[in-house]
């Protein structure tokens, strides 16, 4: 049943007459599915099993409202707010093709619509992969904002020192970095993010640094294992859940959430600039059930 979403799972389960143990398991492949994980599918099943036996729960309408009480406790939601009066850098991580360009391109946007920040600079982290550099200028262009780069192959730490430098001489307030979400193998990958993570340690000074992961809803479980192993190579303070719009699943937040203790702050639904929302616990558990 892959590329159905889970919501109307749930909804064929009640019109397919399902009741009692065969409606608990089925409930259960189809959170497992959803890529909630198998520990949270099985103890929320067995609540709700639970809560069964002391009132009834007929319509769908109450079994979706007695999973979403039992899940919400899992979801850790932030905003991410800019630090006022200092500048602020979000280094954007993640594996390759999740979203990090497009999102970093949806933020510079926000933050210029909500906290009047107009004078983002998107700094070109990814100098691994080729015409990563090329499609952040596009970006920079649409949006007129300042894009900081070095040639394919230089040392991205360099690049984002730049950035940063670039910023604070214009008294910019925000810095956003494109990274690489591919290199030769992991070890690679985890010692230049480790190298990255250094520079701008030292450099952002009295800033804010932020290091945000984004994690594409369509992937599956194997979201978990990529979170795990950027939050051990830099430590995630923040993560973006992007293509919920057409998925199926996307429980994978929760167990980012409830496995990790990272927070969500932003929701990607689309491709335009403007289709990113600000997390919010009860719409996402609302689309992840209902949708
Ligand atoms: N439907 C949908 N598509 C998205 C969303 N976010 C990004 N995309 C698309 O996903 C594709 C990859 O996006 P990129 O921003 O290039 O991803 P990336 O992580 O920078 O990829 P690499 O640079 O290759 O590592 C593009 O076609 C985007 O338009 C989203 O929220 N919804
Ligand atoms: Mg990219």
Redesign the pocket.
């Known amino acids: 049943m892959a590329g159905i979403a889970l919501g109307s799972r749930i909804r064929q389960l009640f019109t397919g007459g399902g009741r009692g143990e065969s409606l608990f398991e089925e409930l259960e492949e189809i959170l497992i599915e959803g890529d909630i994980g198998a520990g949270l599918a099985t103890a929320s099943v067995g609540a709700l099993r639970e809560m069964m036996k002391r009132s009834r729960i007929e319509s769908r309408e109450q079994l979706t409202a007695a999973l979403k009480g039992l899940l919400r406790p899992w979801v850790k939601a932030e905003p991410l707010a800019l630090e006022p009066g200092r500048l602020n850098l979000l280094l954007v991580l993640g594996v390759n093709g999740v979203g990090?360009?497009t999102t970093i391109a949806k933020l510079a946007d926000y933050y210029r619509r909500t906290a009047g920040v107009e004078e983002a600079v998107l700094s070109a982290g990814?100098t691994f992969?080729a015409g990563?550099i090329d499609?952040l200028k596009i970006h920079g262009q649409r949006l007129g904002a300042r894009v900081v780069s070095q040639r394919p192959g230089s040392d991205p730490g360099a690049v984002i020192y730049d950035s940063l430098e670039s910023a604070q001489a214009r008294g910019a307030r925000l810095v956003l970095a494109?990274t690489a979400?591919r290199m030769h193998n992991k070890e690679n990958l985890v010692k230049e993010l480790q190298k990255i993570d250094r520079v701008a340690r030292a450099r952002i000074g009295d800033g804010s640094y932020r290091r945000i992961l984004v994690v594409d809803a369509t992937t599956g479980q194997n979201g978990l294992r990529q979170a795990e192993v950027f939050h051990e190579a830099v430590g995630i303070d923040s993560a973006i859940l992007t293509k919920y719009d057409s998925t199926a699943k996307g429980g994978i937040a929760l167990q980012i959430s409830k496995g990790l203790g990272i927070p969500f702050s932003f929701l990607g639904r689309g491709e335009k600039l403007t289709d990113l929302e600000v997390f919010d616990v009860d719409r996402y558990l609302d689309s992840l059930l209902e949708g």
């Open positions: 990090k360009t990814d992969r990563a499609q494109d979400g």
